[in-house]
């Protein structure tokens, strides 16, 4: 693995609050994959380049974390305030950066919402998706690059994987990072800032209207639906013709092609 630059990423794999004797905390992940790595340098003459001095990271998946009853982040802020203990205290053949905790281990995030997961027999549990507007996932990953995750010279990643509901979870993933590189706090993440029938004043105004599915695009899509339904509720209370066709599904059901009008419609 050494010769061709592969590492490992450790992980707490599903469980249940009586299962609590397993080894799912991230600290104590972390410090067996640290534990690996000196083991490592002290065995192997020449590291490949690619591991960065340590072959064994770590990946946190908070789904994982809370199946044990836990609280996520207060688990990650354990980890935090191990990795500032090690540097502060650096007496240790470990790599440390005090300012960025979590820099040199967590090279992974599996961005999934706890509380979501259902047991199945091939993949495990279904993981819970990244919803439009979810501040709390924002929340948690905003600290996490705050504290030194993405912050090294490795590549780190964040993850999707095995997704029951097709939400778009990799597409909010590169949105959020996007407005992370600008700074925008979960604090800032406010969508009475956003009025979606005017120009953005801003990238990040137009990030957030985003995030909040309030973009200028939703919108339409949305004013179209409301205009189209607008005279739902007369049905059947006036002695006129049926609105349930416009002039270019009128055109549509003339063809005898009416079934297919309502997949083109928005096109």
Do not use: C
């Not at 495990?124 to 507007?133: A, E, I, V």
């Not at 912050?151 to 939400?167: C, H, L, N, P, W």
């Amino acid at each position: 693995m050494n010769e061709y630059g592969i590492g490992v990423n450790f992980e707490a794999m599903y469980g249940s609050p009586n299962e609590a004797l397993k080894i799912w905390r991230s600290k104590d992940i972390v410090a067996a994959a640290r534990a690996i790595n000196i083991t490592a340098r002290n065995q192997i003459e020449s590291m490949h380049s690619e591991l960065y001095n340590a072959p064994a990271k770590f990946t946190i998946d908070m789904e994982h974390v809370s199946s044990f009853g836990a609280d996520p982040w207060r688990d990650i802020q354990d980890l935090i305030e191990m990795e500032e203990w090690i540097a502060e205290n650096s007496n240790y053949n470990v790599i440390v950066n005090e300012e960025r905790p979590l820099a040199p281990m967590m090279r992974m995030y599996h961005l999934t919402k706890p509380g979501n997961e259902t047991r199945q027999s091939a993949s495990g549990h279904t993981h819970g998706p990244f919803r439009y507007g979810d501040r709390q996932l924002y929340t948690w990953l905003y600290k996490m690059v705050q504290n030194g995750f993405t912050q090294s010279d490795e590549r780190a990643s964040i993850m999707y994987e095995v997704g029951g509901e097709q939400t778009g979870t990799v597409q909010k993933a590169k949105l959020s990072m996007n407005m992370i590189e600008l700074d925008i706090s979960p604090g800032e993440l406010d969508p009475s800032r956003i009025n979606p029938g005017e120009k953005y004043e801003s990238e990040e105004e137009a990030l957030i209207a985003r995030f909040f599915e309030m973009d200028r695009p939703s919108y339409s899509r949305e004013w179209a639906k409301i205009e189209e339904h607008a005279f739902d509720p007369l049905k059947g209370m006036l002695e006129a013709p049926e609105f349930e066709y416009t002039f270019t599904s009128s055109a549509a059901k003339d063809r005898g092609k009416a079934r297919e009008f309502p997949d083109e419609e928005y096109r």
